[in-house]
């Protein structure tokens, strides 16, 4: 039977000062470096997409905004673009609290394809506040048809 010894190294109080030392001192440049690289790959990503991409981002931002106004603008310019992604950004705000938001935004789904703007307003004729506009976008979109 072998029998099998484990030997451990003693470390002095020193090394360990040492290993904190080199710590401190790369961490800061290894943050940096990581902060540096996600800056360039976040300007890469944005000088990918094409200025309609990059105004639908900017309005989707302003979908998450405080006031009610500032949303049911950003739902305005998107609903203008007159594009299926565009249309495809105001979906969230169909479920806002504000009837206003609501009413804007199933407006501004207009532009998607027939069968899925009427997927996405169906649902909302169970609310008394959307109904008689709901209704009225669902035919129109079905008209499109």
Do not use: W
Not at 29 to 35: I, W
Not at 39 to 47: D, L
Not at 48 to 57: F, G, K, N, V
């Amino acid at each position: 039977m072998m029998r099998t010894t484990t030997t451990f190294v003693k470390t002095s109080p020193n090394s360990y000062r040492c290993l904190l030392m080199v710590s401190i001192i790369l961490l800061p440049v290894f943050v940096s470096t990581v902060s540096a690289a996600g800056i360039s790959y976040n300007r890469q990503t944005q000088q990918a997409l094409t200025p309609l991409q990059l105004e639908i981002e900017k309005q989707k931002q302003r979908l998450a905004a405080a006031e009610v106004e500032e949303r049911r603008d950003a739902l305005m310019r998107l609903g203008a673009l007159h594009r299926a992604e565009a249309s495809r950004a105001v979906v969230p705000a169909l479920a806002d609290p504000s009837p206003i938001i609501r009413v804007t935004a199933a407006t501004a789904t207009l532009s998607l394809p027939a069968e899925e703007g009427v997927m996405v307003l169906t649902p909302l004729l169970s609310d008394k506040d959307r109904r008689s506009k709901t209704k009225r976008l669902l035919f129109r979109s079905l008209k499109c048809c």
